[in-house]
């Protein structure tokens, strides 16, 4: 049985691997042609090549589900073709042991998704972020780059042309209101180091706004007083469902507190967290329609149900993850309904052909 286990999970996860290794290629030359337009000054076809190489990261993490999907459909459709299935089958396996095999190395990609989300993507999403906008030339622009990361604290919104991970900014416009919804200052500063606990401003520019003048001042150093510490700023610049779930979870906390919408961040946190159980869901999908109506069919009607029931499957995600967030029910619901459908799908099926 030890080499009946092995056998299989050889057969699925090279399938896997061969199916994310496929798509990524497609994915990455993709990305290449996509940002081909953006070439100009330092941002040469090297650093293209650079930024486009730090978000693969981001695209094995989600693209493995649908790699596990139509992977196993063609690592258990070898199988089936080779009437291997049935032989299995008839030597006394059961349907629950053949799913069991199946899942053992999906487990192993599974845990190797869960450490690229919590440990790789939050930090090389960054790093390719802020040097794409150094390498564009952002830091020296004001608000108005076309790239950047807005945050509200109190009464001031903060605008960041270029961060670093390693508690530097640059560019950094701060408009300041009063109760009343008032402009009372704008500042640009060149460049903010984080030192000793606070933020130091170099080479500020200082706009006051008044009913009877407009007065400015150039100021070399300034402190800057804000709870918004290197690793909350870390969180800003990185899209939510690029976060880890530490970080999701901490910044949707720092959100509340400040009375700021967290919904999208929320939504995030769920999707983070029951991201294994969609996969898995996915496998029993892919197992029962070997064993139910995918028994007998070419290897080609295998790949093009996968990939058709994939884009489905994420196709619902995309509607009821931004539907929780416009109508207000919660996130939760939004993840769990495609996967409590595929649970409830591929245990029907299975339970037929048991």
């Excluded at 070997?290 to 069919?297: A, D, K, Q, S, T």
């Amino acid at each position: 049985m030890v080499l009946l286990d092995r056998y299989v999970m050889r057969q699925v996860a090279v399938a896997i691997i061969a199916v994310l290794l496929v798509v990524l290629a497609l994915d990455f030359i993709g990305q290449l042609i996509e940002q081909l337009d953006q070439l100009r000054g330092d941002y040469t076809f090297y650093e293209l090549f650079i930024y486009v190489s730090w978000g693969i990261p981001r695209s094995v993490y989600e693209y493995l589900p649908y790699a596990v999907l139509v992977g196993c459909l063609i690592g258990l459709g070898v199988l089936a073709n080779a009437s291997e299935l049935v032989i299995i089958r008839t030597a006394g396996v059961s349907v629950a042991r053949i799913v069991w095999m199946v899942l053992k190395p999906v487990l192993v990609f599974i845990a190797f998704g869960l450490c690229l989300g919590e440990f790789v993507i939050p930090y090389a999403d960054q790093v390719s972020e802020s040097r794409r906008a150094l390498a564009l030339g952002y830091k020296q622009q004001s608000a108005q780059a076309q790239r950047g990361v807005w945050h509200r604290e109190a009464d001031e919104y903060i605008h960041f042309n270029v961060i670093l991970p390693d508690g530097q900014a640059y560019g950094i416009t701060r408009y300041r209101f009063d109760e009343q919804n008032h402009l009372q200052q704008v500042s640009f500063a060149q460049e903010a180091i984080y030192q000793q606990g606070q933020w130091q401003e170099q080479d500020v520019h200082i706009t006051h706004f008044s009913e009877q003048q407009l007065r400015s001042e150039l100021v070399d150093r300034r402190d800057w007083q804000t709870e918004l510490t290197p690793d909350l700023l870390n969180t800003v610049v990185v899209p939510p469902e690029a976060l880890s779930i530490w970080r999701l979870s901490q910044y949707s906390r720092y959100l509340a507190e400040h009375s700021l919408y967290n919904r999208e961040y929320a939504l995030a946190l769920w999707q983070k967290i029951l991201q294994p159980v969609a996969t898995a869901s996915l496998v029993l999908i892919a197992i029962s329609f070997i064993f139910g109506p995918l028994r007998e069919v070419s290897m080609g009607q295998r790949i093009f149900t996968g990939v058709v029931f994939g884009i489905l499957f994420r196709l619902l995600q995309s509607l009821l993850g931004p539907s929780s967030i416009v109508f207000g029910f919660p996130p939760l619901v939004a993840v769990l309904i495609p996967i409590v459908l595929c649970l409830a799908l591929g245990i029907y099926l299975l339970r037929r052909a048991g």
